[in-house]
Each structure stands twice: as structure tokens, then as C-alpha cells.
């Protein structure tokens, strides 16, 4: 990278060389786990392909240094430990890289070498556009989906078999297949996908995700398969493992076979016949690639005849008979001239890189995202460094765009920065109305802690509840919110309501704005009117409390069924609320303290004493809203925080008296588990888990994610756990899957 003084390796010294393989080692490990496991890449792949080249020449010029733990025999990663495990029948490998047309000639050349075939030899190719997402294997025994795991580390992946499940392009039962089959191909999302969900994540202050990649990771390896059910997962087929029974004699037969079967492989796929043929095909993809609608970083050639392909064989890690050939990195240099500090809906302090306008990739750059200080720093959540060193203002900048969308600072050029320049203070104060802004243990953002004061966050929080998935107000768009805003009239939800009693007529009306008129008000206060009885989810999701989304919204307005119930119930858990929070504090202080000492902390000895002194009443009631099955205690607490705040509870009040929320649609209230409290756990096989949860509810049940003593039934797959021992415990009815479906009559 910029800044770096890597010596060239052939004027490394051997014992230059032993301490060059120990530092890649540890580059490239840590680089394997975030991408792979963690679903947060550290470094871009251009810099991790350069790194990993520098790797294997320092290697072939000092075979004898060659470490046991060399990332040359390394693919992927272990896979993580909140998944179960499955070993791959057949490995899952990496693959060689080819980075530009000498590498391809030379692969076409060692493969005639080993063949022993002339030069002039007929020898097909097919070439596909290598997918930037996750890859998965799928496994079929007699037609029927067993299990779906993710790579890993080669040998041993993640099994997301209830999550792959959810995914429309994935065939849950396949008619004219071999008895075993695995699939292999590629789960990723499109880049419109990716925006619309990046977008509503953003509306509701949750996580937003780099790139389509990161996404898809993350969407698939969620351990609430609803999560990934709601995610617009897609799925390329691009091979397979092991089979009963061959699919074809060839790469490309075997792959419309796949696709007669069921799946879906990628449409740019080309059979060719020569060097030249396959190049050809890398330009044209690379031209097309703006217009594909998601992302690759290559194209793939493998050896179309498959005999050819048994007998060329595997090497540890890659295949002979295939390679990727990849896409260059599209970057581009400019200045860094400023950093802005934005506040979002949640209060969230972003940085934001002003740069020189620069044009890289084809669009025209003026603003990046840093993400947070510790990015600014130059170093990530957990203080490992990512860059040369920390951003400064006058820097000489590298930019990239982060799946060829987000606008990224990769890299700067030290030796161009200049004279006088001083670190970036974050602020400790918000910039927009001058609250304290505090970092929480464990979080990467700083918070404005001025709510509704703040200007920013107020004009926020009002975008939010006038917009389509909540408040759906006619007439009243963000330039709306924002003029109202300015002009005093609007400064909290309620205010939408008074604003025709208040600005009705007179001077002072709506009608007399600028670009307004008689018309425009009426239907204005016609969409106001019309949104006071909005359902009970609508409002909950229009609130813009932390964490809670659409899908939220409507779990909690199902399970409680009226505002008054849900108040009721987050009143009585607050003081269990606060005792959690005490209560991971001080589990985060006990792990810090036995890292230090080298022991194991007893972390429920550390909870319990502060769990006895909490009411009865507030557990239960904190155990009601956490174990309804989609909200954990991270967004209980958000709630609770918001509902406890005696500033943001005036104006949530203020709202309800303006408000009818219509309760949520009427369920079947004569089947036989109306008004019954259902858990499901282990892996269900009949149907998908969000499936199972939206057939429970249609008939009246409400789910749970936890076993309780309010639980009714427990509907328990195979792999079913501590939650069929508690319920065996509190007596709770538990059924497996078919005794389920026997009971609400196979619907």
C-alpha cells in the first residue's frame, strides 16, 4: 500500500524473507476470517490478491521458509460458532487468479503440458462472470433438499439449511435429479435489491451494509431464519460436488442440466473455443458489467470436457482446470479537502469525507463515507489497522467505489501529505444542538444524546413517520417536513395533527406557501386526516425507535393487539430494563477482567445478584416482550429507552391522543391453537420457519422465541435443544413437525 517500503523480493534477505511470511501470514489470516466469517472485509481484494502474489513469490524463491500455517494452503476460513457444523462430502476449493492476458495464455499452456495435447489441440473453455456474494452447497438426496452449508474453510461449513431454504431460487424438491446430488453456486443480491434494502435499513437505524456482498453474507448466515426470509437473497448455480450419477460429459451440458432441473445459472455463461475466445468474452463481460444489476469481480474459465478435468485433478487448494481471471480495481487519487459530521434519525454521528471531485469508474466523486472515528483512525472496531495510517485533512486520498456503488477511502499516499496537518478530533458534542455524544462499550457509532432537542434528529424522525411504510401521509414529503420544520410549525409527529387548527386559515396557511395553493392544503389535510387510523404496526414502525422495523412493527402489534397493552407491558419491564443493561455491563467488565487474569468468568454469577433485586412483575413483563419471537433483548431495550425517556415519552403521548391505530387483521379465532402461545425450535422440514410463524399467526397463535411458562406448545424439529429440555421441564406440550401439521389440518 502507499506509504509501505516493500523491499522487492528478489533483494529480500532469507532472514528478511522469514519475517516478510510471518507478517502476510497474519495480513492474510485476519483478512480470511473477516471476509468469510465475520461478513466485514478488512482489506479490498485487490490489495489481499497483491498481498497473497507477494506471499507465494517470497515462497517459490525460499521453498525451505514455507510455513505450516502459509495462506497458499489456506481456503476460506473456519467456519463460525453460532452455526452447526457440516463436513463437505467433496471439498469446496478456492480458485488461481489470472490478472491479465499472460496469465491466461500461460493457464491454457500448462494445461496442454499436462494433457500432453499440441497447441494447436482442440480444447474448449466456458467462461462465466465470477459472482461477488457467498458461495453455498446444496445438498439433494432423493429429490429433496437434506442440507445447505456455506464453504467454511474447505472442509467443514456452516450449516444455513432452514435460512437457505427461503430462498426463491433455490428448489426445495427437484424432479429427475441423480439420488445425491450437491449443488454449488453462489448466493448474492442485485444492486437495486441492495439499495431498497439498504434504504429501510436505514430508515429504522439498523446496520447498513457496505455493498451487495456484505449483505448477502450477512443476510444468509442470520441466525433468525426470518431475518434471511425477508432478505432478496438470489442464487447462481455454477457446479457441484458430490453425485450418484454424472449430470453430463461436459461443463456447459452439465450446467443446462442443472438448469432443466430447477436452478438458475447465469445467462452470461459462453462456451469458447480458444484463448482468444475466452479473452474476447472477459472484454465483453467487463463492458456490460454497469448494465449486469449485480456484482462480479472476473470471469471464471474452466475446462468444458469433464473427462479432462478428472484427469488434470486438484491441486491442495484450486483446481487445474479452472481460473479466475479478475476485474482491476477501479480507484482513483484526490485530496481530501474537509470532514463533515452528519446526525441521522438515531442520532448517529457520520463522518464524511469531502474530496477534490474525482471520477472513478465511469461517475463522478465528491463525497466518501468513513463510516466512524475508528475508521478515520485507521484501524477497525477491534484496533487492527486497515490503512497506511489515520485521515487528515489535506491527505492525498485513494478512493474506490465499495461494489462499485459506495464511495470508499482505501488508501493514502503519506509521502504526499502536507506539512502541519494534525490528526481529526471527533467530536464529543453533537455538531447539530451541542449534546453530549457518547460511545457506548461494544459500539462503533457515537450518539447524539439530545433527541428530540436536536434539530437534525427532529427533522429525521419526522422524514421517517410521514414516509410510505409508516405513516404514508399524502402531501407531506421530505422538502414538506423540512419547510414546516424551518417555519416552526412542525416540530414533533403530534404537530402533523394540529397543523390544520393551527394554520388553517389566515394569513399564516398552508395554502399561502410559496408553490402551495387551496388545492394542494386540502389534499394535504385530507392524507393527514386519513393517517390517524393507520394500524397499530404503522405507528410502531413510525415511532423511529432504534432497531424496530416493518417486520418488528407488526410482531409486537400482533402479539399485543392495541397500544394500551403494549405501554402497559413496556411501563412494567422497565426496571427489569435497566437491570439488563447493568447486568451486561458488568459482564463485559468480568470477561475484560478474565482475559487479564487468564481465567474464566462465571458470568451467571455476576447476573443473578443483580436479576434478584428486579420485581417479579418487571421480569415477567421483560420476559413477555423479549421472547416474542423476532425481538431480542437489544431492541426490547431500545424501546424501553425510548418509552422511559421523559422527553420522547411527552411526545410519543401527545401522538397517541391524535391517534386510532386500527388493530392488527383478524385471525381464524376457531382453530384449535387461537389465543395458544406456539414455539418452534430445531430444523422444520415441511416448511420454512417463516413459513411455519405465518401459518401459526393466520390461525390465531401467537409465536414466541422462547420457552416460558406461558408457552402452550412446542413444536420441535430434529436438532431441537435446550429449548425442548425447558419445556419438558415447565411441562409444556411438545409435538414434532407432523404432529403440527396433523393438528391445524395440514393447512
Sequence with gaps: MAGDAEIDVDDLTEEQARTELARLTEILTQANVAYHVEDAPRIDDATYDRLKRRNGAIEDRFPALKRPDSPTEQVGAAPSEGFGKIRHAMRMLSLANAFDDDDVADFDARIRRYLDFAPDAPLAFTAEPKIDGLSLSLRYENGKLVHAATRGDGEVGEDVTV???TIADIPIVVEGAPDVLEVRGEVYMSHADFAALNERQSEVG???FANPRNAAAGSLRQLDPAITASRPLKFFVYGWGELSKPLAETQWDALKRL?????KAN????????????????KAIGQARAELGYDIDGVVYKVDDLALQARLGLRSTTPRWAIAHKFPAETAWTRLIGIDIQVGRTGALSPVARLEPVTVGGVVVSNATLHNEDYIAGRDAKGHSIRSGDLRVGDRVEIYRAGDVIPKVRDIDLSARPDGTTPFVFPETCPECGSPAYREPGESVRRCSGGLICPAQRVARLKHFVARGAMDIDGLGDKEVERFHDLNWVREPADIYTLAARHGTGLQTVANLEGWGETSAHNLFNGIEASRTRSLARVLFGLGIRHLGEVAGRDLARHFGDWSTFVAIVDAALPAAEAHRTAEAAVLAERAAAEDEGRRAKLTEVRTPIWAEVPEPARAAWEE??????????????ICDAMGAPQERRAIDALLEQLSPAPPEAVASASPVA???VVFTGTLEKMTRA???????????KVSGSVSKKTDILVAGPGAGSKATKAAELGVETMDEDAWLALIGGR
Excluded: H, M
Design 675 to 677: 389465543g395458544k402461545t
Design 625 to 638: 416482550l423479549t421472547g416474542i419471537d423476532g425481538i431480542g433483548a437489544t431492541l426490547a431495550l431500545a
Design 163 to 165: 435460512n437457505a431454504r
Design 259 to 263: 438448469e432443466a432441473l430447477g436452478f
Design 206 to 208: 439498523a446496520k447498513i
Design 691 to 701: 413459513e411455519a410463524k405465518a401459518r401459526a399467526e393466520s390461525l390465531g397463535a
Design 267 to 282: 445467462p452470461e455463461t459462453r462456451l469458447c473455443q480458444s484463448v482468444d475466445e475466452i479473452i474476447a468474452c472477459y
